[in-house]
Nanobody, 127 residues
Framework: QVQLVESGGGSVQAGGALGLSCRASGYVAYMTWFRQAPGKEREGVATITHASGFTYYADFVKGRFTISLDNAKETMTLQMNSLTPEDTAIYYC???????????????????????WGQGIQVTVSS
């Protein structure tokens, strides 16, 4: 059973930057950041695979956010730059033990692909 612990986040003015980290215990094939704003569905933000380091981003964060793994592949970091009030949400770390058949870019943002979740961290961007 994979366990995930999140840290970071906080409050910042529009145009600023924040970081998020997620530490995993147990075997992980890939990890993903999701976010959920009040009254909205949870949506995928960015993902990274542990074997190859392949990364993929949602369109609304491309060019602004960067996802990475440490050398031990235990901690996933999301660097968030040029933040806007629309980025305000609770951010969740999620992990899966194995790659599924088919195209990864088609299933990485599906909630049912994941069996381990972090506790959620608040990110607030003021205008």
């Amino acid at each position: 059973q994979v366990q995930l612990v999140e840290s970071g986040g906080g409050s910042v003015q529009a145009g600023g930057a924040l970081g998020l980290s997620c530490r995993a215990s147990g075997y992980v094939a890939y990890m993903t950041w999701f976010r959920q704003a009040p009254g909205k569905e949870r949506e995928g933000v960015a993902t990274i695979t542990h074997a190859s380091g392949f990364t993929y981003y949602a369109d609304f964060v491309k060019g602004r956010f960067t996802i990475s793994l440490d050398n031990a592949k235990e901690t996933m970091t999301l660097q968030m730059n040029s933040l806007t009030p629309e980025d305000t949400a609770i951010y969740y770390c999620a992990a899966s033990e194995y790659m599924a058949p088919g195209a990864f870019v088609r299933y990485w943002s599906s909630l049912d692909a994941y069996t381990a979740w972090g506790q959620g961290i608040q990110v607030t961007v003021s205008s």
